[in-house]
């Protein structure tokens, strides 16, 4: 029997058997990550993503024995299959969980973290790398290689982290971590974008400014196209009311629609995954509530299938790959060198994170008057930690910068291809077993008072169940248990009564949801499949 598997595997990653067969061993690898996962996770611990790394990793190195060190992957990286079919389902899940009603009541801060501290990060590891592997003669890369590198470690991973909070218990410090997450991974791919598309070989001032209209060009322009389709979406599925007739049609065009906004903006030269990004706000908002009953449980669950399922891949392949043998023959020629990336890059990160992490929080609570409202250091802490982890978007832009066709210095694009590999694995089975026990101890989850609430000894919630816009994201509680009350006259007089989100609300109420849709806009129609959930 073990002959059997090994020749099997050895068949399978010489690429003698048919592409059916790899395809099957690879979902079969998919199917063991989830369930011992799922095993490991209900002892807390470690998750999904930590799991698939390892079975890649044990997977790359029985590959590794059967064929004699001649290779170690089942399937061989595709730049159209990780930017059109794996990469898209994970930013527009990111987008549909939002939960607005937090995410607009802290939007300042989290465009401050995700937005202003991504570009100070991305400047850090830029001219950080170039300036230190110049100094210690690692001089293999363009300005423009810097550049991608400084976009490609600034895309963190709070998922780890997001998995240890409850929103519950620690609602604003929740809604920094995972809005920051998600406007994080939108400005990395933005930058990475603009300067894709920039000549660095003559840079003069006209050419920087030129630069920094293209960055904002990008963002607003992916922006704009990501909402114009939510919008079509929402108009068209209230006007038409397919479920009336179908739910299935309904259902299909709040699939196709996200994939639609990917595929035009890429066709405009626009950032397809920040559009995808706003498509999945915008459709959250207006075109989940238009469906039916049926319907919204539908999707809510096939996008987090798609997201959980394309991440577990990402992680499993990246597992793979730390042991791709012709990478690792050419970075042998220089181990030290590739080693001496990897601690500067790493270094880098974590000065990166803390560079902007505190001294923007300063700044935010100088502005900010109710001490409920002001992160503490120890939050701040918790904040710099949960951006410490790299993910899905620093892979996949790594492989699309250093592994394109046309890219000269091979040796240098397998030490940056090892390096950033490097820096996930570390990153995530490290930082990632250390996460929960330091998080814990740092916001002493157990026995303390965090944002005003008292902390149960209740199981943490599933990290997905309280993102996705339904019952518990609704907007007319605005005077729930999560929002600060004013305890003094003082504090009610030094306390605005009017913000950005209750004017939107207004605006919102007024103009956008009599016409697109949304909670409590939607006429019933007798009849429709949505009558037995009322009745």
């Known amino acids: 029997m073990d002959s059997y598997l090994g020749n099997?595997?050895?068949?399978?990653?010489?690429?003698?058997?048919?592409?059916?067969?790899?395809?099957?061993?690879?979902?079969?690898?998919?199917?063991?990550?989830?369930?011992?996962?799922?095993?490991?996770?209900?002892?807390?611990?470690?998750?999904?993503?930590?799991?698939?790394?390892?079975?890649?990793?044990?997977?790359?190195?029985?590959?590794?024995?059967?064929?004699?060190?001649?290779?170690?992957?089942?399937?061989?990286?595709?730049?159209?299959?990780?930017?059109?079919?794996?990469?898209?389902?994970?930013?527009?899940?990111?987008?549909?969980?939002?939960?607005?009603?937090?995410?607009?009541?802290?939007?300042?801060?989290?465009?401050?973290?995700?937005?202003?501290?991504?570009?100070?990060?991305?400047?850090?590891?830029?001219?950080?790398?170039?300036?230190?592997?110049?100094?210690?003669?690692?001089?293999?890369?363009?300005?423009?290689?810097?550049?991608?590198?400084?976009?490609?470690?600034?895309?963190?991973?709070?998922?780890?982290?997001?998995?240890?909070?409850?929103?519950?218990?620690?609602?604003?410090?929740?809604?920094?971590?995972?809005?920051?997450?998600?406007?994080?991974?939108?400005?990395?791919?933005?930058?990475?974008?603009?300067?894709?598309?920039?000549?660095?070989?003559?840079?003069?001032?006209?050419?920087?400014?030129?630069?920094?209209?293209?960055?904002?060009?990008?963002?607003?322009?992916?922006?704009?196209?990501?909402?114009?389709?939510?919008?079509?979406?929402?108009?068209?599925?209230?006007?038409?009311?397919?479920?009336?007739?179908?739910?299935?049609?309904?259902?299909?065009?709040?699939?196709?629609?996200?994939?639609?906004?990917?595929?035009?903006?890429?066709?405009?030269?626009?950032?397809?995954?920040?559009?995808?990004?706003?498509?999945?706000?915008?459709?959250?908002?207006?075109?989940?509530?238009?469906?039916?009953?049926?319907?919204?449980?539908?999707?809510?669950?096939?996008?987090?299938?798609?997201?959980?399922v394309s991440e577990i891949f990402i992680f499993l392949y990246v597992g793979m790959d730390a042991l791709d043998i012709e990478k690792w023959k050419v970075v042998g020629q220089r181990p030290w060198t590739s080693a001496g990336v990897s601690l500067i890059l790493l270094g880098l990160v974590l000065v990166a994170r803390a560079a902007f992490v505190f001294p923007l929080s300063f700044i935010s609570n100088l502005t900010r008057k109710s001490q409920t409202d002001k992160v503490g250091f120890k939050q701040q802490v918790t904040i710099w930690w949960a951006g410490l982890m790299r993910g899905a978007v620093s892979v996949a832009l790594a492989y699309n910068q250093f592994t394109r066709s046309g890219h000269t210095q091979l040796q240098g694009n397998a030490i940056m291809i090892t390096s950033t590999i490097t820096i996930v694995l570390v990153t995530n089975v490290v930082f990632g077993l250390l996460t929960q026990p330091i998080v814990r101890q740092m916001l002493s989850l157990h026995d303390t008072q965090l944002d005003g609430i008292m902390l149960a000894d209740s199981p943490l919630k599933s990290l997905n169940d309280p993102l996705i816009p339904g019952v518990d994201d609704s907007e007319s509680d605005v005077g729930g248990t999560n929002v600060p009350r004013p305890t003094s006259l003082r504090m009610l007089l030094t306390t605005p009564t009017r913000s950005v989100h209750y004017y939107w609300r207004m605006f919102d109420d007024r103009y956008m949801r009599p016409v697109f849709g949304g909670r409590g806009f939607v006429p019933f129609i007798p009849g429709s499949p949505t009558e037995r959930y009322i009745h």
């Not at 070989?201 to 209209?213: F, M, R």
């Open 8 to 308: 099997t595997v050895m068949k399978l990653a010489l690429k003698e058997d048919p592409e059916e067969h790899r395809i099957a061993l690879f979902i079969l690898l998919l199917c063991a990550c989830i369930v011992i996962g799922h095993l490991l996770e209900k002892n807390r611990w470690i998750n999904e993503s930590v799991t698939a790394i390892f079975i890649g990793l044990f997977t790359g190195t029985l590959i590794l024995v059967t064929t004699k060190g001649r290779n170690s992957h089942i399937l061989v990286f595709s730049e159209d299959l990780f930017f059109i079919y794996v990469l898209p389902p994970i930013i527009f899940n990111a987008g549909f969980q939002v939960k607005k009603k937090q995410f607009f009541r802290n939007f300042l801060m989290i465009m401050l973290f995700g937005a202003v501290g991504t570009v100070i990060s991305f400047f850090i590891i830029s001219l950080g790398s170039l300036h230190l592997f110049k100094k210690f003669d690692i001089g293999f890369l363009d300005m423009g290689d810097y550049f991608a590198l400084g976009a490609i470690l600034s895309a963190t991973d709070s998922v780890c982290t997001l998995q240890v909070l409850n929103q519950d218990e620690t609602p604003l410090l929740y809604s920094l971590v995972f809005g920051e997450g998600v406007v994080n991974d939108a400005t990395s791919i933005v930058l990475f974008k603009a300067f894709q598309r920039f000549n660095l070989s003559d840079v003069t001032s006209s050419n920087a400014i030129q630069l920094l209209g293209n960055f904002f060009y990008l963002f607003f322009t992916s922006t704009l196209l990501g909402v114009i389709v939510g919008l079509s979406s929402a108009y068209i599925i209230k006007k038409l009311y397919f479920g009336r007739h179908s739910t299935d049609r309904e259902v299909a065009l709040m699939i196709l629609m996200p994939y639609l906004s990917y595929m035009l903006a890429e066709l405009c030269y626009l950032s397809g995954i920040l559009t995808m990004f706003f498509c999945g706000i915008v459709m959250s908002h207006y075109t989940w509530h238009n469906v039916t009953e049926s319907s919204r449980v539908t999707t809510k669950h096939t996008f987090a299938t798609f997201s959980f």
